[in-house]
């Protein structure tokens, strides 16, 4: 696994990640104008969501400057029970963003490598993502394979 | 959509359903050695999960024979909370199946129909799964969409 540069950590998101969360994930997709408040009424509900074992089912994960606390990526890897395999548990990353100021320095593959180390430790049988055909070069690098197609209905 | 035909119905899984849901999937992986105390844990486990509105997060629902109680098809919409699309909700379908002995009477896409509808009453902004390339033409038929790649690690 490539390992995280001096100057970065990996930690759970907390309530004072809201700016750089939010900066992050805009290059991503819509936000909106989520508030501090809703923010942290939604980290309070993924902390409220735990498995069969007690532990979390929502995992999501920043990786910050040490000296700032900017937030340069971030990802979440949340865990959904199945009859299937034993009642075994999948893992499902999803919303991961690197800020636009921090790339080209393999932040996006730490990030994939550490979610997928949590859904491993999780006791998941496997981990999927969803990606756009562009992204399949990155994921590969990461270790994924293509193992189907995406389709979805927007309301 | 397409109609139910007149001697079936759909509602939730329950626990009576352990010998016909087991069936069902055994059609789409490997299911296991699950036993019928483990089945109802499961069942008992997603019924606690809920979202922020209150509501359940895993709905699995069942399409039975109205006389005989035999499970025709099974399948999940589940309900994943996120920062993105204003703090926005996504369904998520997984685990179709529908019973080999009930095959060609339109149940699956009667199922799916259903199952999106659930995501729509329940907030969603979308709802997407992942399939294999072959079964891209009957998702369409259920008004889905062509969206990305899904990668998977197995562990
Ligand atoms: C691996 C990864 O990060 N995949 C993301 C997914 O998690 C995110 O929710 C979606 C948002 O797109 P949307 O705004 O069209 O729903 O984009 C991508 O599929
Ligand atoms: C729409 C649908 O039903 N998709 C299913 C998915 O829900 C299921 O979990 C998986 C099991 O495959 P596995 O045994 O290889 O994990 O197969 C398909 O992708």
Redesign the interface.
């Known amino acids: 696994a490539t390992t995280i540069p001096n100057d970065y950590t990996v930690r759970r998101i907390e309530s004072r990640d809201f700016e750089g ?2 900066t992050a ?1 805009a290059g ?7 508030s501090q408040k ?2 942290d ?2 980290l309070n ?2 902390d409220s ?1 735990l498995l ?1 074992t007690g532990e979390q ?2 995992n999501t994960f920043v990786i910050t400057v040490k000296d700032t606390e900017r937030v340069a990526a971030i990802g979440t890897i ?1 865990i ?9 548990l999948v893992g ?1 990353i ?2 991961i963003a690197v800020n636009s100021d921090f790339r080209g320095q393999k932040l996006g593959k730490i990030l994939i490598d550490y979610l ?1 180390s949590v ?2 430790q999780l006791g ?10 562009k992204n ?1 070069g990155f ?2 690098k ?14």
Chains 1, 2 share one sequence.
């Open positions: 969360a939010k994930l991503l997709t819509i936000v909106g104008e989520i809703e923010f009424s939604i509900y993924w969501v069969p089912a929502y949340f959904e029970k199945k009859i299937i395999h034993n009642g075994g499902h999803e919303d997928s859904g491993k998941c049988y496997k981990t999927i993502l969803d990606c756009d055909v399949v994921y590969e990461c270790d994924y394979k293509e193992a189907g197609i995406e389709m979805q209905i927007r309301y």
